[in-house]
């Protein structure tokens, strides 16, 4: 239940304002024009959150693993063609989720589909949750196709993107495990094999060949600053996650 202000006018044309309890606005304006009151504006009346709400709604910001997206939509492929009430689906696997911010999701889901919303507009108020391909083939779904299958569809769209990630995972691996072994090797280059050498050029007075000077002067300088490498390190490291997390680039 969720409190609401409602102004409306009677019988009589007067202005009537009052608060209420209701599960949803399609529910208070019911009440209000089963007592005889026209509702003009329902606004629902903004609750106090708790800390453990403003920390659930930060943590909202990761998203449910595939794996998990995979098997709510194999098990809701079997739930609705056996003929279970999406509410009642929902809210039972809710209830065997291991991800508590799927099941937190899954159960205002289940409360908003009992209020009456469809259920592409209730998974839809958790974008971050479902995928806007998820959302919109559901949606299909009221059009008129069968529910069960577009889950089913569904499933094994996400099952062929997981094992298309994981075969990229795979081929990238090796290159990825080369090009780490390769920026550690010139780190201990730089730090530790070349300034002995360094030390021990200076000491012939004499001038070095060009790529010598050039290699020399790269040393030093990664030596004399060590902070800007690392922030350009942690630069790109941030780069890539913002460029893999962009709709266009971003797998799934």
């Avoid at 998820?134 to 997981?162: C, H, K, M, P």
């Avoid at 090796?174 to 094999?193: D, G, K, Q, S, T």
Wanted: contains cysteine; hydrophobic residues 50%; charged residues 20%.
């Amino acid at each position: 239940m969720a409190a609401f202000y409602y102004k409306g006018r009677d019988e009589q044309g007067k202005s009537v304002t009052g608060t209420r309890e209701a599960i949803s606005a399609e529910m208070l304006a019911a009440q209000l024009m089963k007592d005889k009151i026209i509702p003009v504006v329902i606004q629902p009346i903004p609750t106090a959150k708790s800390f453990t709400d403003s920390l659930n709604k930060l943590l909202r910001g990761r998203k449910v693993s595939r794996q998990n997206m995979i098997v709510f939509c194999r098990q809701m492929h079997s739930l609705c063609k056996a003929g279970i009430p999406l509410n009642t689906a929902v809210l039972r696997l809710a209830e065997t989720t291991h991800d508590p911010l799927f099941s937190d999701a899954l159960r205002d889901i289940a409360k908003d589909l009992s209020a009456g919303k469809n259920l592409a507009t209730a998974m839809q108020q958790h974008p971050i949750i479902f995928p806007k391909i998820v959302i919109n083939l559901v949606r299909i779904s009221i059009e008129g196709a069968s529910l069960d299958t577009i889950f089913l569809q569904i499933a094994e769209y996400l099952q062929i993107q997981e094992t298309t990630q994981k075969q990229i995972k795979s081929v990238f691996r090796y290159p990825m495990f080369v090009l780490v072994a390769i920026c550690m090797a010139l780190v201990i280059i730089n730090y530790f094999v070349i300034p002995p050498f360094a030390k021990l050029f200076a000491s012939f007075h004499s001038q070095l060949p060009l790529p010598t000077r050039i290699l020399l002067a790269i040393s030093q300088d990664m030596r004399d600053y060590w902070y800007l490498v690392l922030v350009s390190v942690l630069s790109l490291f941030l780069l890539l996650r913002y460029l893999y997390s962009i709709e266009p680039v971003k797998i799934y």
